[in-house]
């Protein structure tokens, strides 16, 4: 068992994140994107050592996780392509106009600056993309912020090797001593989350784990933002056209789907909704009697889903269709609207609920009837356009992302990615966890006025030595500023 860290050792910690944080915070954007890119070559050189330590921990596949190194690595590789572009620091400059109405206008310069010292806490379900060398990790040090990672006990051995890969990387390139470091233990973790030192949080886990650290983030002397995600039934809609034209289809993706690592997604679909009389039944429980069991995470997930699973099926007016390796259940929605609280709560792993729905009107209730979720999918054809204009609205209410005739586990880590959305799949639904603009969360602007150029910061300098791109009297450009 790996040992919590201790008094001495969390000073430490956040003794050197606060003394990197200056140097880390100034470097220039390509010297930085060098030292994430040689985190990024460093995984991936490693991810022979990584990967049976991560097997052996979370009982994951070696393609799946082979994968999510490979996800990391291009993550990192990602930032550091858009921080030397420059698009990361979102620099705009307006130069002075003398004859600005109806009062001339000052020369302001106006940059994303980091926030500080960032303390992640680790998840369990994804040992690489959601842990060490992580989404919240890669957006922080992209964003100039050294890291505190709190591992998640799930992967212990993991969590400590791979950080000690990072930090050597980091070291070899360059960068200053105390840009990353990791700490063991729960008690810890809170105790770091306290600390004035640390400016910023960001989490994956529960809903009652997050709440807890929210509060303590938030109700500190010196409050903080606290970037955590939290929980989701990501719900999926199904027109009786949708069904004609590709019935057979949807079941067995939809199975696909909720199955998926053993069901252990955050954006796993929790209930799909289907018209009364769909006639999918047999291929439904069909395709879920044929998921093999396979091991969960850990005892504490796997005990976790067990009383998930038994809450649910104890529901009343909640059916079993199939059970085994995935557990499909199966309820109306008159029957979910009187017991929303009992059925509308995620149970983490392999099982799914089908409800049916009785007309159109069912179906908007049925929509209606969710709170905040990082996903929601609609799957329909042409012949539904009015519908759906009735629906997407609803939809994007309640969703951070919109899915059209598609399946909600997978997230591309890309520029127009949002993993995110309203409470209580997170407690920052303007923000995302994934992606470019995810290093948003940790920046804040700050704008210089009629500043000396000989004193600006170089990213904001007329000669535009690092050649970024910045948004100048209105025009994206790559140039020097012309006055």
């Known amino acids: 068992m790996t040992p919590d860290t201790t008094p001495a050792e969390l000073e430490q910690a956040l003794a050197d994140a606060a003394a990197a944080a200056p140097a880390l915070g100034a470097s220039e954007p390509a010297v930085r994107a060098g030292w994430i890119r040689a985190v990024a ?30 996800r990391s690595s291009g993550q990192l590789r990602m930032f550091a392509d858009v921080l030397a572009e420059g698009s ?23 940059v994303l600056v980091p926030l500080g010292p960032v303390l992640v806490f680790a998840a369990s379900n994804f040992p690489f993309a959601f842990s060490v060398c992580g989404g919240d990790t890669a957006s922080a040090l992209a ?23 990072m930090i050597e990387a980091l070291r070899v390139a360059g960068a200053p001593a105390g840009t990353l470091n990791l700490i063991q233990g729960f008690d810890v973790g809170v105790t770091a989350l306290k600390d004035p030192r640390i400016t910023a949080a960001g989490f994956t ?24 995600e939290l929980g989701s039934l990501n ?32 954006t796993k679909p929790g209930l799909l909704f289907l018209p009364a009389g769909h006639g999918l039944q047999d291929q439904l429980t069909e395709a879920a009697g044929g998921v093999a069991e396979a091991p969960m995470l850990n005892d504490r997930i796997k005990e976790g889903f067990a009383s998930g699973l038994d809450r649910l099926q104890k529901v009343e007016g909640v059916r079993v269709w199939a059970s085994g390796g995935a557990t ?38 049925a929509v209606e009837a969710f709170e905040g979720n990082l996903t929601a999918t609609l799957h329909a054809e042409s012949s539904d356009t009015k519908l759906a204009g009735e629906l997407l609205p609803l939809l994007t209410a309640r969703a951070g992302r919109v899915l059209w005739n598609g399946w909600p586990t997978g997230v591309a880590v890309s520029w127009a990615q949002h993993h995110g959305g309203p409470f209580p799949s997170t407690v920052g639904s303007i923000h995302t966890s994934v992606g470019v ?26 000669s535009n030595p690092a050649g970024i791109s910045r948004r100048v009297n209105g025009v994206v450009t790559t140039g020097e500023v012309s006055r």
């Open 41 to 70: 070559d460093a995984l991936d050189a490693a991810a022979d050592e990584l990967v049976p330590i991560a097997m052996r921990e979370s009982s994951l596949p070696e393609p799946r996780l082979r994968g999510e190194v490979a």
């Open 88 to 110: 990361l620091l979102e620099v705009v400059i307006d130069t002075a106009d003398a004859n600005a109405k109806p009062v001339p206008r000052p020369d302001l310069r106006r």
């Open 143 to 165: 964003a100039g912020c050294p890291v505190i990672v709190k591992a998640h006990p799930g992967h212990p051995e993991l969590s400590l090797r791979t950080a000690e890969v």
């Open 205 to 228: 886990g529960s809903v009652p784990a997050g709440k807890a650290l929210h509060e303590i983030a938030v109700t500190r002397p010196e409050p903080i933002p606290f970037y955590g």
């Open 235 to 266: 719900p999926v809609f199904v027109t009786q056209a949708a069904v004609d034209a590709r019935g057979k289809d949807i079941a067995t993706g939809y199975v696909g789907s909720f199955t998926l690592g053993v069901g252990q997604f955050c």
């Open 328 to 365: 499909l259940l199966q309820t109306t929605v008159a029957e979910l609207l009187s017991r929303q609280d009992e059925i509308l709560e995620e149970c983490f792993g392999p099982v799914s609920i089908v409800v049916e729905y009785n007309g159109v009107d069912e179906l908007r209730a």
């Open 437 to 462: 603009t995810a290093a948003r969360r940790f920046q804040r602007p700050v704008a210089y006025q009629d500043t000396p150029d000989a004193v600006l910061p170089a990213v904001l300098k007329d």
